[in-house]
């Protein structure tokens, strides 16, 4: 992309974004909470008290499994569905407030958002699908063809725009789908697990592209999805999504680091897992936890323990470390023998059998080899260690 | 995922007290008013178009209950006060007891043979070798390319004692071996005539719905069967028409429907037999007698809805007992059984069936036009093509009437297929009891009877204060209210195409609910509602049941005017008149298939 284009693209696009006021937060979520009702009558609450509050230009996904609610909350931020209860706020702008009852319909919200499906409208040509908002929006004629080439430009599919979506690929769908999703917004994009439907090798390239053009650009973003590579790459931010609550909110750096819950360390990233029972708590923040696999020295993760609590330690794969030198009783530090190996390009990953851990999985250097039968240590140094109360799931 | 649900349920919730007046007002046991308003103030909220759409919806709905109304208080009332008089004069009806047996004799017996050989044919083209593509595809759509009425006149002009075609043709040969017959042999005024044609015009029913079924169930589970060591025989009575239960009381339902108030084929032949069936004597009552005995039509009426009530009854427990109706297989091509010897055959009898309910008839018709009268000694040198269409334009009538039908058509069904796709997308972006109650009122025509819904019109529209009596305003708002049934299916599975993010999109987007209408939904629609439309032209165009009360001199339609025209002679005229609604019918059909095609190439 030459500067000189999106020199000329980026007043356009961002136009609205300049009405922003500085410090006034490009979305803000208050006390959102919306239930369903089973079949049998029981609710589930799909969104359960979350706020948020997202500045301008921020980049922040929404991250979990399916039917933690991240969806849910999305769609209550683009207006597609009402809340029981809350306040979301735009750019300043009220959209929806129960106590006012206030609830703007989606097409008042000035977003961009894009759908899971894409949800390119297939009788209207490229430069149609990107036209619509700003015809619908009533801008004039003469400056829709302009800026929609820009913002096709930007999105490296200036050639495609008078094809219609069936003839595109996965790839170029998505580029589409975020042309128009930019073209004419006031600043925030919503996106819903835009990712899924591409494979692995496009979805990739796409993430790089939707950050250059957020760098390019400036939006802001809500974006869910359940891959967690995919947040820790796209997010300033990451919202870590649990049945309808944020377990965490943080850099993408302090989730996987120090997650605060079982529940978030499980979900991101992969871990191994031992059950004990707290045998000592230091004053460092540190306790000794006794297992099966003798006691266990490490980190205590939020929420606090106590001495007789029932807990589990959880260590990252890449943290534990494979030695041949003889275990040392109390550093833990455990004997255990290969079962297999992976080769995994830039790492080698490997299963060994431990007393007490049962299998655990090892990342270490492609150049350091391990052969299926090995007898090794398996160390995980203290401060990877993290204690964590079994109840949060 | 219904968002007022889940704000229905939520007035329960004691921790939402904060939030007082959007709540309270909701919940689960308010009466209906407040569940109105708030779907008014929903609608509000959607924009114009979805006040318009809710309007429409409640201007609809009355016009479907109105008449319905005026049924019921005919019945239980007399001059405004509630007197139950009218059982007396309908028992005291004479040949009560015939009539109803005939009918009852004439819908079970050609239920049974209908449902064999549409079950027979579905299998032939679903699970055979014998499949025949095309006519696959055009066997349901007999029924519309020939409208009944033509398809009675078609066979009397072939089966007819004296001068049935099909009759001489028998007579030539039988005299070639020295046997002299005078009449017959066959003829189509008999009881045997009238369950044919009863049956011929059952099967494309029960044709469909079993190879809808078929279609969704897995042959797969016939295969196991005959591994598991059952025969043929045993499989289809242990798995295969088990499976298809559904599928065939639907079909079985639709034929009590039909067949109750099935009117032209009756008309025809029964009047000639002095055979008396119940939708002729209601007719006959309201229509034929001066003056009308509305009273006791309406009385007679309570027999059909009895009929279908019952049916709609069984159906009930047919469903309820049918725990295993997702069956896998989906989207697989079913396995296809080789029939050997047989293959030949089976499509004979596919092609033969094709024949005698659709090329005969056709070719009587054409015949008699083309020769001026109806006789059996054709002179083929004088068979004059002008014909085929002088015997409508040179009538003024015949004309009028096969205008005014034609607009009727064209207006009804462009009218009937926009709001049915309104009313769909409505029903599917709301789930609330309001949108609810007015799909069951949408769809409550599609449960009763052409004869009591045009009963029904009759009693409401054609007095004062609307007085609309012999006008085509009557016929279209009649048409409308048979056939939205029918439009909103066609509709809604236009709709389902349609994934619903696309209309996210739109609004997210910034348009609104009529915007996204007319440049998202409709465009991406438009291959189903043009096939939709197809099929609501030629209901309208071929309607009989309710025309034959509702049209007058005044306001003729096709329908009504054949049927005239075969009381009276005239055969010309008549045989011109049911060639050329069925050649209407078919260009029409197949126009529609090509645009849908069209369109559905384009945006896929």
New interface residues.
Partial sequence: MTTAVSDRALPKVVSQQSAATPGMPALLIENVH????RRD?T?VPAVDNISLRIEQGEFVVLLGPSGCGKTTLLRCV?????P??GTIVINGEPHYS??N?L?S?????????I???Y?????MKVSQNVA??LQ??KVPKSEIRDRVMNVLELAGIKELAEQYP?QLSGGQQQRVALA?ALV?NNGLV?FDEPLSNVDAKVREQLRFEILKMQAEIGFAAVYVTHDQDEAMELSDRIAVLNSGKISQLDRPEAIYDRPADRYVAKFVGATNEIEGVVKSIGADGMAVVTTEAGPVGGVIGQGGIAVGDTVCIIGRPENFVLGTTAPRADHNEWAGEVLTTMFMGDHRGAVVTVKGWGDVRVHFPSSTTSEIGDSVTVELPPKFARIYKPSEK | MSATDVKTENGAEPDTAQLPDVISSEVASTPLSSSWSRAVERSRRGGWFSVLTVLLGLLFAALVIYPLVRVLLQIFFVNGKFDFSIAQEVLAYPDLGQVLLNTVILVASSMVLALFFGALFAWLMERTDARIGRLAALMPMLPMLMPPIAGAIGWVFLLAPQSGFINAIIRAVLDFFGLHLTTGPLNIYSWAGLIALYTAYQIPFAFLMITTGLRNSDSSMEEASRISGASLGKTLRRITIPVLRPSLGAAALYMVWFGFSFYSVPVVLGTQMNVKVLPVEIVKLLTFTFPANTQVAVGLSIFLVIAIGTAWYFQGRILRNNRHSSIGGKGQRNSVTALGKWRRPAQALLVLYFSLTFVLPLLAQALVALNGYWTTTIKWASLDITRLWTGITANSEALTAFGTSSLLGVVGATIGITLAAIFALYLREHRSRLSRALDGIIKLPAALSAIVVGLGFILAFAGPPFNLGNTIAILLLCYLVLFLPQATIAADAAAAQVDRQLSEASWVSGAGNARTFARINIPLMLPGLVAGWGLLFVWMTGELNASVMLAGTQTPVVGYYILQTFQYGGFATLASLAFGLTLLNIVVLTIAHFIEKRTTARSS
């Fill in positions: 919306k239930e369903f009702v009558g609710k683009a207006g597609l569905e009402q029981d209860s129960s106590a009852r609830n319909p989606p097409d008042k919200r000035k977003l961009g958002m759908f899971q499906s949800a390119l409208w297939p009788h619509y908002p619908v929006r069936g128009r004419s919503l």
